[in-house]
C-alpha cells in the first residue's frame, strides 16, 4: 500500500480551519442582514426607491449626497463611522462585509504562535508584517482624497 | 445516448448565456441609462437592476468556472461597462466578489494541501502591500482614465490569456538559494497519474518582483489577479500548475482583502450592489462546477476571450467618450 505523505502543514490546516468558519459567519450573516434590509424589515437611510438615484454617482459625490439628504453628520460616512448607523439595513450590511474582509487577519494572527514554536522565524516574522499591513488597511488610516 | 442528450442541453444552455452576455444591447442600456434624467422622486423599478445583476453574475459565476478564470475579471468590465453603477462601486464590489470566491474554496484548498501557505504568504505580502497602494491610486485618479487603464487591462489579459502556455509539471533543475531558506517546497498527489510529485521554486526574487505589479493592478482595478498570478507562478516560478492555481486562488483572499478595507473604508460598497453579486457569483460557480463534467473547455475559454475582448474595447471606448472621442 503506497503512503502518501502529502499532509498539509500543521499552520497550513489551522489557517484553513478559521478561515472556513469565518467565511460561513460572514456568508450567512450577510443572506440575514440583507433579507433585513431589502424587505423593510429594518429602515434604511437611503431609502430603497431611491438608492439608484446615487449608485451612478462618483464615491465622493455620494458620501456628500446621502450626508446632506439623509444623515446630516458632520462628516461623511467613511471608515469606521459605519458603526454609528448600524441600526439602519443598509450600513447593517457592513457587518458581514466586514467579517468576510477581517478573517485573514485572524487567521494569521493564529498561526504566528505555532510558527514561532517551530523556528520558523521567517514565516512568523512575514506573518506579523502582514498582520499589520492588514490591519493598517483595515484601519481607515489610509484615505485618500476622492474625484 | 442520455450523456450526449445532456452534454448538448449543457452547451445550449452556456451558448445562450453567452449569446446575452454578448447583446449589443447590454451597451445601449448603459447609453440610455446614463442619458436618462436622475429622477427627483424615487424610482418604483428600482429593484430590477439588482435582480439583473443576480442574474448576470449567476451566468458569470458558470461561465468563470468552465473558462477557468475569476469571478473579478469578468465582473469589474462587464458590470462596469454595461451597468449604470459608477466605476468605483464596481470596482468596490468586483474586489469583495473576488475575495469571497477564495474565501470559499481556500479552505478545501490548503487542507488539501494543493494551495501551499509558504508559497504564499512571501507572494502576499509583496502583493496585498501594493494592492493597497494601487487601491489607494485607482480612488485618487479621474474615472476616465481608470476606465481607459482598465480597458487596456482587460485587452492585455485578452493577450496574455491567447498566448500563455501552461506547464503541468515544469522542470526545475535546482531550487533557489531564497525559496531553500524559506523551505518553499512541497509534495502533493496526482491522482491522475497516481503519482507524489515534489515540486521546488526557483526565480523566485524577480517572481516576487512582478507580484508588486500584480498587487498594484488587482488593487487599481478590483480584478482578483488571478490571471496573471498563475502564469508567474507556474511558467516564472516553476511550481507545478495545480499547485499554481490553488495557490493563487488562496492568494487572491489574502490580496484582495487588503484592497478591499480601502474601498470599504472609502465607502464605495453599496449592498444593495455586493449583496446580489456574491450570491449571484456563488451559485453560478456551484452549477458551474456541475457543468464542468459536460461543457467543452476550449469552447468556454474562447468565448471567455471574446467576452473580454468586447467588455475591454468597451472601456477604452467609454474612456475615451468622455475625454471627448469617440471610437465607434
Known amino acids: 500500500m503506497t503512503h502518501h505523505n502529502t499532509k498539509a502543514t500543521e499552520e497550513q490546516v489551522q489557517y484553513a480551519a478559521i478561515l472556513e468558519k469565518g467565511m460561513y459567519s460572514g456568508l450567512a450573516l450577510m443572506v440575514i442582514t440583507f433579507a433585513l434590509y431589502v424587505l423593510g424589515i429594518m429602515p434604511s437611510i437611503v431609502p430603497l426607491s431611491e438608492i439608484s438615484i446615487y449608485w451612478s454617482m462618483p464615491v465622493h459625490d455620494y458620501l456628500v449626497a446621502i450626508n446632506t439628504n439623509f444623515i446630516h453628520g458632520e462628516h461623511l460616512p467613511t471608515g469606521w463611522s459605519w458603526l454609528k448607523l448600524i441600526g439602519y439595513g443598509d450600513f447593517l450590511n457592513f457587518v458581514p462585509v466586514t467579517i468576510l474582509s477581517g478573517v485573514t487577519i485572524i487567521c494569521y494572527m493564529v498561526i504566528i504562535p505555532g510558527l514561532f514554536c517551530r523556528k520558523d522565524k521567517a514565516m512568523a516574522i512575514m506573518a506579523i508584517a502582514e498582520v499589520l499591513i492588514l490591519t493598517l488597511a483595515a484601519s481607515g488610516l489610509l484615505a485618500v482624497g476622492g474625484h | 445516448m442520455q450523456g450526449n442528450i445532456k452534454e448538448k442541453v449543457g ?58 478564470v475569476g469571478g473579478g475579471v469578468l465582473f469589474v468590465p462587464i458590470i462596469g461597462g454595461f451597468f449604470p453603477f459608477h466605476l468605483d462601486f464596481v470596482r468596490g464590489a468586483g474586489l469583495l466578489v473576488a475575495l469571497c470566491g477564495a474565501l470559499a474554496a481556500g479552505p478545501g484548498l490548503l487542507k488539501a494541501n494543493l494551495a501551499s ?7 502576499a505580502l509583496i502583493a496585498s502591500t501594493m494592492a493597497i497602494v494601487g487601491a489607494m491610486v485607482g480612488l485618487a485618479l479621474p474615472t476616465h482614465i481608470v476606465q481607459l487603464a482598465l480597458g487596456g487591462t482587460i485587452l492585455g489579459i485578452v493577450a496574455i490569456m491567447l498566448s500563455a502556455k501552461k506547464s503541468t509539471v515544469p522542470h526545475v533543475p535546482q531550487a533557489d538559494a531564497l525559496s531553500t531558506a524559506l523551505r518553499i517546497t512541497g509534495v502533493f498527489y496526482e491522482p491522475t497519474t497516481k503519482e507524489e510529485i515534489n515540486w521546488k521554486i526557483h526565480r523566485t526574487i524577480p517572481g516576487l518582483l512582478t507580484f508588486i505589479i500584480i498587487g498594484f493592478m488587482a488593487g487599481m482595478f478590483g480584478l482578483g489577479a ?58 453560478g460557480s456551484f452549477v458551474g462546477v456541475r457543468l464542468l463534467k459536460v461543457a467543452k ?17 468597451k472601456a477604452v471606448q467609454k474612456g475615451l467618450s468622455t475625454m471627448g472621442y469617440n471610437l465607434f
Not at chain 2, 501557505?117 to 507572494?123: D, E, G, I, S
Not at chain 2, 480601502?262 to 449592498?271: D, F, M, Q, T
Open chain 2, 226 to 283: 488571478g490571471w496573471a498570478n498563475v502564469p508567474v507562478l507556474n511558467l516564472m516560478m516553476g511550481a507545478p500548475l495545480k499547485i499554481s492555481v490553488a495557490t493563487s486562488k488562496f492568494l487572491l483572499s489574502i490580496t484582495d482583502t487588503s484592497a478591499a478595507w480601502i474601498y470599504l473604508n472609502k465607502g464605495c460598497v453599496i449592498p444593495m450592489m455586493v449583496v446580489p453579486s456574491l450570491i449571484g457569483i456563488m451559485l
Open chain 2, 297 to 313: 473547455p476550449t469552447f468556454i475559454r474562447w468565448m471567455v476571450i471574446i467576452i473580454l475582448l468586447f467588455a475591454g474595447l
Open chain 2, 11 to 68: 452547451m445550449m444552455f452556456v451558448s445562450l448565456m453567452c449569446t446575452i452576455m454578448l447583446s449589443p444591447a447590454w451597451a445601449l442600456a448603459s447609453e440610455v441609462v446614463a442619458m436618462d434624467q436622475i429622477p427627483a422622486a424615487g424610482d418604483p423599478g428600482w429593484w430590477k437592476w439588482p435582480v439583473i445583476l443576480l442574474f448576470v453574475t449567476f451566468v458569470m459565476g458558470i461561465i468563470a468556472v468552465l473558462g477557468g
Open chain 2, 117 to 123: 501557505l509558504r508559497l504564499a504568504m512571501p507572494v
